[in-house]
């Protein structure tokens, strides 16, 4: 799918390199949105992986511990190929059995109490640290890396979210439109399904914004997105707002569609209208998605938080911050321009 995405940096070559050589080239850490407090009906983990994915830790730690895996509270999903640390929460119950869990690649680094347990959603961003080898072009990856550290990264939704055939999107449009699947999806496909499709539609949005020099501009009509707060409001003077765009204060946001969503207005409205109209749904149809198409907006950039370039030998060790939800691999896309 990256292959269809125009790039912000698409005028730069490609730094040629390798990537996930090794999971050691992926590191990721969860940046909290709050520390456990040392009191209450919860047990915070502060769990570090290698070569598992977040799945399989939350199926593993819940066998040995003996609860329920929907008891096991997780902030995000992190990836398999990679070395990350994230917070998972078990209900307090059961913390004389965290010294017996036991799963190749996974060390629980420390233990904290806390009052509530731990949601989706619940951090504030991910710290990552990623390495290119063999780059053959440095001065390319440094002009990227620094127009991105400039202008913000696209926020694409990663090719992970659609699955390794590129079918969730499908699977989720058909179960928006009310119609049966080849294989009744179990309640974290059916979410997945439905959020892929989501994503595919807002992907779109940003495509055409990219296409037409816009995706860091204030339209008339554009639901924009305070960066403090995350509060939206819609844009009716763009002259006003766009002062607010440039220095990174508000971001103009793309459609989650869903019957809570903000609606846009103007001809950025009639852009996301076509949007469904192509697909052949309508915003009544994410009802049938209850509670998992609510519906709502993303922006259609993010900043690069402490972004840092060396050069190691042949190498490149980039880090940087992003928000939650936003993916590192589209860092690497606008560098590597690889597809």
Not at 204 to 213: D, S
Request: charged share 30%; glycine share 12%.
């Amino acid at each position: 799918m990256s292959t269809e995405r125009p790039r912000l940096t698409e005028g730069v070559p490609g730094c040629g390199g390798a990537f996930k050589l090794v999971p050691e080239d992926f590191e990721v850490e969860e940046l909290p949105a709050y520390e456990p407090s040392g009191e209450g009906e919860h047990l915070y983990l502060w769990v570090e992986k290698r070569g598992r994915d977040t799945r399989e830790v939350v199926r593993a730690l819940a066998t040995a511990l003996g609860v329920d895996e929907g008891e096991v509270g997780v902030a995000g999903m992190k990836d398999r190929q990679a070395i990350t640390r994230q917070l998972l929460s078990v209900p307090a119950r059961a913390e004389a059995r965290v010294a017996d869990f036991a799963l190749e690649g996974v060390r629980v680094l420390w233990t904290r109490r806390h009052g509530n347990k731990l949601r989706t959603g619940h951090l504030k961003g991910n710290r990552f640290r990623l390495r290119l080898r063999g780059v053959k072009d440095v001065g390319a990856a440094r002009e990227s890396f620094s127009r991105l550290s400039a202008e913000g990264v696209p926020n694409y939704f990663g090719d992970q979210r659609f699955g390794r055939e590129g079918d969730n999107a499908n699977f989720g449009r058909l179960l928006v439109l009310g119609q049966r699947l080849p294989r009744r999806p179990d309640k974290f496909q059916r979410k997945l399904y439905l959020s892929a499709f989501q994503s595919r539609l807002f992907n779109q949005a940003l495509v055409e914004r990219l296409r037409a020099g816009t995706f860091d501009k204030a339209l008339l009509g554009d639901v924009l997105r305070r960066e403090d707060s995350g509060g939206l409001f819609v844009c009716e003077a763009p002259e006003v707002d766009a002062p607010r765009v440039a220095a990174f204060e508000v971001s103009p946001s793309g459609p989650l569609f869903g019957p809570k969503m903000t609606a846009a207005a103007h001809s950025v409205a009639e852009a996301e209208a076509k949007l469904l109209a192509d697909e052949g749904v309508t915003l009544d149809d994410f009802k049938r998605g209850g509670d998992e198409t609510q519906g709502g907006r993303r922006p259609y950039r993010v900043r690069l938080g402490n972004p840092s370039l060396e050069v190691e030998g042949e190498d490149l060790l980039l880090t940087f911050e992003l928000p939650k939800g936003a993916y590192a691999t589209e860092v690497l896309h606008e560098l590597l321009k690889d597809g």
